[in-house]
């Protein structure tokens, strides 16, 4: 597959997506305090080292209670991440960044030789 192709499938995958986003908007009441956890992901909350914002989350989800300690842990980790990491001069140009390449950096990190992912929940 050309590099021309790749990047023509990737933005077809991407604008499937918009489009799917749009219309769940449209048919849903994401008011709803259910729903408030997907604030999270944006990068100017998400570097908040704040676990309190989540802490919720993980009484509506009984199962997840195992890991709350890791996740809080490895959220904690996360938000104190050089800016550097994300190739910023300041710490409002990562809290600017899109939600898609914040994470996208956050979930490719690796701990030094091992090729294991820094944050693996």
């Known amino acids: ?8 499938f990737r933005v077809n995958c991407r604008n499937f ?8 908007q449209a048919r849903f009441d994401f008011s709803d305090p259910y729903f408030q956890f997907c604030r999270l992901l944006l990068p100017e909350t998400a570097r908040k080292a704040d676990t309190k914002l989540f802490s919720s989350d993980f009484d509506r989800f009984p199962v997840l209670k195992g890991i709350q300690s890791l996740a809080e842990r490895e959220w904690r980790q996360h938000a ?5 990491i994300f190739n910023q001069d300041q710490e409002t140009d990562v809290a600017r960044m899109s939600v898609e390449d914040y994470w996208k950096i956050v979930l490719n990190l690796e701990k030094g ?5 820094s944050f693996q929940n």
């Open 1 to 8: 597959m050309s590099p021309q192709e790749k990047r023509k």
């Open 80 to 84: 104190l991440l050089n800016k550097s």
């Open 17 to 24: 997506y918009i489009t799917a986003i749009n219309q769940f």
């Open 113 to 117: 030789k091992t090729k294991e992912k």
